[in-house]
């Protein structure tokens, strides 16, 4: 028997939804339907990926385009659309590097591959410059933790949950969705320990006491680390996904506790860094610098995969086995694409743009829907923010069935974007968008939500 076709997009909703229903039924052309049928026969289905919501035929700038020729600004692009879609220069450049060296085999080398190593090392902070670039974000979070074992000769890890480090086997370990972990037969990989991030469930709605969620949460990882006494390192993202954005002073105390245990502190940038946030890597907004760091989706310019990781030079102690042996380690096709991306974040001023926007975008939001009765909280660091969605501002119950509804109606108006936690608006526009765009966009959402409340 075949599995029932189901569309799953956005996080935490209902595969049976009237919203959804509404919006599965609405595409006008058979193109659309046949090419939606076509998905769901070939691929394995599977979360938050296949079958799918709908079509794309055409990809620029802020935009996409379905088959029936629907466009819709893209306020989600998977983490990877930074500096839009099919950006000319990037293209540009990849279509000059096809014809001058298309591919290098492992155990040669090539200078394009070696000057984005040296670029990477330059603009992180600290003494990061040892480089290894993999295909993809899980890949390179699980070089990172191969580092830390051999730099430490330690197994475990501390991370939290609800983060997200990939879908690889060991990626899933240390992350901490349910949709990544479920499924599995067996355990996972041994000695992967987590605790509760900041502001979790306990602390949002008000139980934690009044310390809250902030730095109770940085003392349970010291706290861990002591009585552990044998973590190789802790793997977190610099701010949470919903998006939630650390107190002052958490990640001071981090680093802190894992200089005093021993353990590394390993900084997962893969969706938040080169830019977006309005610094060049999230973790500089907190004053802190990780021993490693792992980048990825936007890397590739929104066109190519590529991901790194950047490692403190006196971690260079695996030379005597492989910690990352693939086929496109020094791709010189997907490394001239990253560089041609790190130049355009550079020569367009977008980290400047990011933070400039994104102050402009949650200002707005606050002064259209801070008392709204169904908006629980806006927040955000620089293009990634979001608006919570709840049933009460007193309690925040989360508001799922509301929140669905709102972005369906966003979608029908020509804005796509994806919910987080059930009931988060999150939206993460490219960093070249103009603010008219913007502003529209912003509209857009005010209106939805102002709408669900009648």
């Given amino acids: 028997m075949k599995a029932e076709s189901r569309i799953t997009h956005t996080e935490g909703e209902s595969n049976t939804s009237e919203?959804?229903?509404k919006w599965a039924a609405c595409h006008p052309?058979?193109?659309t339907r046949d090419?939606?049928?076509r998905d769901a026969e070939a691929f394995l289905h599977q979360s938050l990926s296949s079958p799918c919501l709908s079509t794309i035929a055409k990809a620029e700038g802020i935009w996409i385009e379905d088959t029936a020729g629907r466009r819709f600004m893209d306020f989600h692009g998977n983490s990877v659309h930074?500096?839009?879609?099919?950006?000319?220069?990037?293209?540009a450049a990849i279509k000059a590097q096809l014809d001058d060296l298309s591919f290098s085999p492992r155990r040669f080398t090539n200078d394009v591959s070696v000057e984005l190593a040296e670029t990477l090392g330059k603009i992180v902070p600290g003494d990061l410059g040892k480089v290894l670039f993999t295909t993809g974000g899980s890949d390179a979070n699980e070089v990172a933790l191969r580092i830390a074992r051999a730099a430490t000769g330690r197994f475990k890890t501390l991370s939290f949950w609800d983060a997200f480090h990939g879908a690889g086997f060991g990626a899933s370990s240390v992350g901490g969705e349910a949709t990544f972990r479920?499924?599995?037969?067996?355990p996972l990989l041994p000695g992967a320990e987590h605790v509760a991030p900041f502001n979790c469930y306990r602390c949002a709605y008000g139980h934690a006491g009044?310390?809250?969620c902030g730095l109770a949460c940085a003392k349970m990882v010291d706290y861990v680390l002591e009585r552990e006494g044998d973590v190789a390192a802790v793997i977190a993202e610099p701010m949470r996904a919903v998006p939630v954005v650390p107190p002052p002073g958490f990640w001071k105390a981090v680093r802190a506790a894992c200089?005093?245990?021993g353990a590394l502190l390993i900084i997962d940038e893969i969706p938040t860094g080169l830019g977006k946030t309005g610094a060049m890597f999230a973790f500089e907004h907190d004053g802190v610098i990780p021993d490693i760091v792992t980048l990825g989706k936007a890397l590739g310019g929104g066109i190519l995969p590529i991901a790194a990781v950047v490692a403190r030079r006196d971690l260079d102690v695996c030379g005597d086995f492989a910690i990352g042996h693939y086929t496109h380690e020094k791709n010189p096709v997907t490394a001239r694409a990253a560089l041609e991306t790190l130049a355009v974040i550079r020569d367009e001023g977008l980290v400047a743009r990011a933070a400039e926007l994104g102050a402009h975008a949650q200002t707005r939001l606050r002064e259209a829907l801070g008392d709204h009765p169904l908006v629980g909280d806006i927040r955000g660091r620089g293009l990634m923010f979001g608006v919570e969605i709840v049933e009460d501002r007193d309690t925040r119950v989360p508001a799922k069935e509301r929140a669905e509804r709102i972005y369906y109606r966003c979608l029908e108006a020509g804005l796509s974007f994806k919910i987080s936690a059930g009931c988060v608006l999150t939206l993460s526009p490219p960093m070249v968008i103009g603010r008219a765009d913007l502003d529209r966009a912003?509209?857009?959402v005010v209106e939805a939500v102002r709408a669900e409340a009648v």
């Avoid at 479920?182 to 067996?186: E, F, H, L, T, V």
């Fill in 210 to 212: 009044p310390e809250r």
């Fill in 82 to 91: 930074h500096i839009g879609y099919s950006h000319p220069r990037v293209v």
């Fill in 259 to 261: 200089d005093r245990h």
């Fill in 182 to 186: 479920s499924g599995i037969a067996g």
């Fill in 29 to 31: 052309d058979a193109a």
């Fill in 19 to 21: 919203a959804r229903r």
């Fill in 442 to 444: 912003l509209g857009i």
């Fill in 35 to 37: 090419l939606l049928a």
